[in-house]
């Protein structure tokens, strides 16, 4: 397939490049509206009990639970004339929209909830409300609205939050940070290039496929969109996914082009050799990094959903792109590949060769340094587990919790808005109420009230709202408030003084679930949302764990022939991973370096991102794992000596593999520049794995253990060899061909 796919590039090279031009400007004109069919949300199954609750509540409770919030501050007071008028006015606006339903506000409440939406401080007041629709329409009209309706005046200051809020201000920061990410990324992807291939005009190869790659990217988000939920995330890390892929195949496959014209072959077959080498490394390589994120489409959440379906579409235009219309692009170079050498004029500047000849791997560091490496393999396998391992400890220790306003910058308004919500009004912040609706009860008020005082009586809770009454410590305190019972059933409001997605406030859910209620309950709000979330996570992780173990192990053992590799491939990932989520929980969890990221520390981690960073990395490690094995094969294919295969396999991939990985962490590592946490911890977990895979991993841990294993590395039971030798999978390697000198970058 490859060798028909170097002809088809090789032998009309000037369509391939117009077709690709006119294809990229076609992607780039349907994925520019990309961001704004994007949504927010995805951490819960629309399946799960919390997600039910919020259903009825908007649709038989007049929007009940509120998504949306006012903060109307005021010096003078929240009974100020002024303060009173201009709030006053905010409801009546609201009052007057169609996708506003049930707005409540200090001062049009009744006594028994205008207490709850008052501060404590006396200055400031809520107006509280329910916006219809999907993420995607209630984060529209909550931007509508903060356009209209939030700012300073009179001395009067209005500032917008909850869950729809937050939606509008993660949808804008995130399409910033991409810009920000990519005016990062592109230009010092270029520099290092230069420095990796000194020729200009090599250099601008890669980056040309990865910007392809972006927008065959943002065209595959829009294209995901039509058909099912996106989330905004996959936007940042899709695209940079898309250029971080794209750049490490074309380097390969350039580098590898650029090694066969040095050893004599002129432009066409140096070409066709790169794509059936290389270029089988890139499909083996995007393969695996493929079904790593296919694996995400198990879970029931349409934030990691959205994660596979594009994950994958990227996977597959980034190698398609290097192995197709790169191609087209060398034949038509030919030489000139090597034109605008950089560092002719750095080395005649510092009394150098301006052109020295190729260095032979033996020659080479890399090689050096492996066989230094293979002389101490057990001390130095012993001493880099150990540290890995310990760097992995504080994952023992990690807590999970749903992201809430607290993932946006301190400067966005919704984050602002949830920080007074929980200081001054312990009472009326959505995120510290849990809501049990009795669906379809019409029993009578006094076991209502009976239920309600049972649950108020629980630590931690300052009262419950019923049909019944306000209950506090046991005793009912005032009167109902109005729609909290109807003929579809009845609901009831737990407060509490936790944050619910602490440890405690999840065990304060479960003594709320195990007070009888007088019928069966559904429980929604904070708590349950959290608990809701870890539990859809929890019952698909094993079967997850399996599928990418499973597909990582057969897509290595078609590589390499080798039942060996793979299981020493899948234990270096699992270390690697281990103690880049140690340093994660250390980081974000603990909140150390949050001063340095500009990040929040909650005590706890999204849960959905470890599971995102484990396929993407696993994916990604391998990347290097498929390239580093594939000249190590090689050479063992032509000598049979584990040793020496190792140590040129690794001098002659070392610099290309470690520079591939430098360009990777500088892609990912440009949304550490975000002003969402997660995603931060995304970029920043990312870019430590790749970094600490390329280097600490594949070129000192792999080689010792190889080295340890020796011969048995390329072991397989007989059936195998005759199934891997039957399916035809494995390169053709001239017999008579002598190891070559290495490239010269």
Known sequence: MLTRIAHLATGRPRTVLAAALAFALFCGIFGATAAGHLKSGGFTSDDAESSRVTRLLADDFDGAAPNFVLLVESDAGADDPVTRAAGLSLVDTLQSRSDVRGTRSYWTAPPTLASALRGTDGKSA??????????????????????????????????????????????????????????????????VLVLVFGSLVAASLPLIIG???????????????????????????????????????????????????????EPVAATIRAVQTAGRTVLFSALTVALSMAVLSVFNLYFLKSFAYTGVAVVAAAAAASILVLPAALVLLGHRVNAVDLRVPLRRLFG?????????????????????????????????????????????SVKFGYPDDRVLPTSAPAHQVGDTLREEFPQADPGAVTTVVLDDYRGDTAAIGAYAARLS?????????????????????????????NDTGTYLSVSTRLDPYSPGGQDQLNEIRAVDAPAPALYGGAAAVNADSLAALGARMPLALALIALTTFVVLFLFTGSVVLPIKALLLNTLSLAAAFGAMVWIFQDGHLSGLLGFTPVGHMVPTMPILMFCLAFGLSMDYEVFLLSRIREEWLLTRDNTRAVAIGVARTGRIFTAAAVLMAIVMGAMITSKVAFMQLMGLGLTLTILADATIIRGLLAPALMRLLGPLNWWAPKPLVRLHTRIGLSEEVEPDREPVAAARL
């Open 352 to 396: 150098r060769d301006p052109h020295p000849g190729p260095i032979t791997p033996e020659q080479s560091g890399w090689y050096r340094l492996v066989h230094w490496v293979m002389r101490h393999a057990v001390p130095v396998s012993v001493v880099i587990i150990a540290i890995l391992l310990a760097l992995g400890s504080p994952f023992l």
């Open 126 to 191: 809520l107006i509280v409300a329910y916006l219809v629709g999907d993420e995607t329409e209630i984060q529209r009209v909550a931007g509508d609205l903060a356009d209209e309706l939030t700012g300073t005046t009179d001395g009067v200051t209005v500032r917008q939050g909850g869950i729809a809020a937050i939606y509008h201000d993660v949808n804008t920061q995130t399409t910033r940070d991409l810009a920000v990410a990519e005016s990062v990324a592109i230009p010092l992807s270029m520099i």
């Open 457 to 485: 009586a629980i630590d931690d809770v300052p009262a419950v709202l019923s049909a019944a009454g306000v209950y506090v410590n046991g005793q009912r305190v005032a009167p109902a408030p109005p729609g909290m019972s």
């Open 211 to 265: 910007l392809f790659a972006i927008a065959v990217t943002l065209a595959i988000l829009r294209l995901f969109t039509v058909f099912t939920d996106v989330s905004i995330y996959a936007l940042n890390l899709t695209t940079a996914m898309g250029l971080a892929l794209a750049i490490d195949y074309a380097l390969f496959i350039v580098s590898r082009y650029r090694e066969e014209l040095g050893n004599g072959l």
